[in-house]
């Protein structure tokens, strides 16, 4: 997962998207140093993200993000998306 697809799925796992129907039972263990390469669609890494990152007052946790960032980066191969999220655009 490169850094332009980690940053859409956390915008994705920040936005109203509904990601409760994808499934992240395939990325159970992504922090342990034996875990295999996957491959799923963004969706189910801003899910992980969500889960993992969100907390219960509803900010983010930014030291779990940068675990995901760093395991996912090696570990995980998107191959599509479902969804398109552009970032908001600056006013200037």
């Known amino acids: ?3 332009d697809q980690f940053s859409a799925a956390v915008a994705m ?11 992240t039972g395939i990325l159970l263990g992504f922090g342990l140093p034996d875990f ?3 491959h799923i669609l963004l969706e189910v890494a801003a899910a992980c993200i ?4 969100g ?13 995901c960032r ?3 980066r090696h570990k995980v ?11 908001p655009l600056s006013r200037e």
């Open 50 to 53: 969500r889960w993992q990152c």
């Open 55 to 67: 907390t219960m007052s509803g900010g983010w946790d930014n030291e779990a993000m940068e675990e």
């Open 77 to 87: 191969i998107i191959v599509g998306s479902d969804h398109t999220i552009t970032p």
């Open 36 to 38: 295999n390469q996957v």
């Open 13 to 23: 796992a920040r936005s109203d998207v509904r990601l409760d129907q994808y499934d």
């Open 70 to 72: 760093v395991a996912f």
């Open 1 to 3: 997962m490169n850094a």
